[in-house]
């Protein structure tokens, strides 16, 4: 608590008090809310009406809904800026997945139970090959909107637009009481990142992780971008984001029937100590197809312990988080958004595969461009300056 300074005339705001306020609460401070409900005559009253006292820190225009948790710090530079945006509406005519009015996925939960990887047969394979088609350009959308001064709740609002005017449902959006539909993860946000009024700042990395539901698949790709100039310009931060793509892309040319989905951390970490990196361990790419996440598991780290052989007709994702320090995650308390833990900034690409007789085929792949996802080049007025420093 901090000193009002404050005249004598300035009351409690305990409940039922009434004595000379003396103090003030530091949350109503740094949010610039009114002081009168603000003021406490001692820590012991303040404690006592603690409960009923912090909702007021939601009546910020725009606050940090951790800045009065006392248990939690923050790893790194990024604040919350809340509130969230209400839930956006999908029209009634579009299919729904099973969690989308309950958040549970009960037919998901069934299915991994029996951990079996499905073959995917033909029909279910162009169905797969249509809806990946679609999530490709649901994030482009989305990328196109990520520039400095946007938040990335209306990146959100982007990518969801985008979704409903192809006819499909946004895979995040509820899907285990996930609030939006999208993930948008900013530096050293490791993925599950919430949209939130934070506007994108010249020198950020943002990824963008979408997911698309439609006639009964879903696809899911991410990519991470440079937002502005000085995150061009910023040596570090095109190490880790070219680091990431090579691990993606070297993961990808080994898939094929026959390969062991356990064998593809190892490459992935290789690329990734090699350049002074490390990989995130928590999170895994996953099968895709009927359910959101299902087998397999394809952990992203060496000597890991994933169970299965790729088989033509199986469908997956391969997604590498690679962190510039430790490979350790902390949570934020909205028990979504994975930091790292030394609060250094961690980038992220996805692609869903279908794995063919002959080897692999990328379903999320841009138009006329290869795995590495190189179509995100650097505005003209920087390219010759890159090519320079390369």
């Known amino acids: 608590m901090a000193d009002a300074a404050a005249p004598e005339s300035k009351v409690c705001a305990g409940a039922g008090c009434g004595q000379p306020a003396t103090l ?14 603000a003021r406490f005559c001692s820590q012991a ?5 603690w409960a009923v006292h912090k909702q007021l820190h939601g009546q910020a225009a725009i606050y940090d809904p951790w800045i009065a948790e006392r248990r939690f710090k923050y790893t ?22 099973d969690y989308a009015e309950t958040g549970r996925p009960l037919s998901e939960e069934k299915e991994k139970r029996v951990r079996r990887i499905e073959v995917l047969k033909p029909d ?7 809806v990946c088609k679609l999530a490709r350009e649901v994030l482009d959308a989305g990328i196109a909107a990520a520039v400095p001064g946007t938040t990335t709740d209306a990146i959100d609002a982007v990518v969801h637009a985008a979704t409903i005017e192809r006819g499909a449902y946004p895979s995040p959006l509820n899907y285990v009481g996930f609030p939006k539909s999208c993930c948008t993860s900013v530096n050293e946000v490791i993925c599950h990142g919430i949209p939130d009024q934070r506007p994108l700042q010249d020198g950020d990395i943002l990824n963008i992780d979408v997911s698309v539901f439609k006639d009964g698949y879903h696809a899911d790709l991410n990519e991470t971008v440079f937002i502005g100039d000085k995150a061009w310009r910023d040596a570090k931060a095109r190490a880790l984001v070219d680091t990431t793509r090579e691990c993606l892309k070297q993961a990808i040319e080994m898939c094929k029937p026959g390969v062991l989905y356990r064998d ?20 895994c790419g996953h099968g895709i197809h009927r359910y959101f996440h299902c087998a397999p598991d394809v952990p992203h780290y060496s000597a890991n312990k994933a ?10 994702t391969i997604e590498p988080m690679i962190n510039e320090g ?24 996805e692609h869903t595969l279908l794995i063919t007789e ?22 003209d007025h920087l390219k010759g300056e890159l090519e320079k420093s390369a």
């Open 45 to 49: 009253c303040f404690r006592a009406n």
């Open 264 to 283: 593809l951390g190892g490459v992935i970490e290789k690329v990734a100590k090699g350049n002074g990196f490390s990989v995130v361990r928590t999170y």
């Open 326 to 349: 430790t490979h350790a995650d902390d949570h934020w308390p909205d028990q979504w958004t994975a930091v790292t833990r030394d609060g250094k900034r961690s980038a992220q690409f």
């Open 24 to 37: 003030v609460c530091p949350t109503c401070i740094k949010l610039d809310l009114p002081r009168d409900a």
């Open 76 to 97: 790194g530079t990024l604040r919350a800026q809340y509130p969230l945006s209400p839930r956006r509406e999908v029209p009634a005519g579009i299919e729904r997945p």
């Open 307 to 316: 169970i299965g052989v790729m088989k033509a007709g199986h469908v997956f």
């Open 124 to 130: 279910a394979i162009e169905k797969m090959r249509v």
């Open 358 to 379: 002959t080897g692999v085929e990328v379903l999320t792949l841009r138009d006329g461009h290869d795995v590495v996802m190189d179509g995100l080049a650097p505005p």
